[in-house]
Nanobody, 117 residues
């Protein structure tokens, strides 16, 4: 069974930084495209960043230049480095994995990120 667990969320002031991590178990990450979604209260869940098996990253326009996604397949982890956080970044952030062969998708339980004064 595939399990994804996020960590690293918290409360920071606008302009601050956080690093989120997602650790997987029950599978090997080298067959998955990975990503981070976020959902703010009353809002639709949106895709923040993805990273392919070869390390090609794509980002939501509003986070480009501020967020960096990375992966370490050997350790079954992906990270999201978030710099210059803004209040609009406040949301629950979810780790996402999709098997590129079966298209089965898996979600973490989420970690809260709050950027507020």
């Amino acid at each position: 069974q595939v399990q994804l667990v996020e960590s690293g969320g918290g409360l920071v002031q606008p302009g601050g930084s956080l690093k989120l991590s997602c650790t997987g178990s029950g599978t090997v990450f080298n067959v998955y495209v990975m990503g981070w979604y976020r959902q703010a209260p009353g809002k639709q869940r949106e895709l923040v960043a993805t990273i392919t098996r070869s390390g090609v990253a794509n980002y939501l326009d509003s986070v480009k230049g501020r967020f960096t996604i990375s992966r370490d397949n050997a350790r079954n982890t992906i990270d999201l480095q978030m710099n210059n956080l803004k209040p609009e970044d406040t949301a629950v952030y979810y780790c996402y994995a999709e098997n590129v062969f079966t298209r089965n998708a898996y979600w973490g339980r989420g970690t809260q990120v709050t950027a507020s004064s």
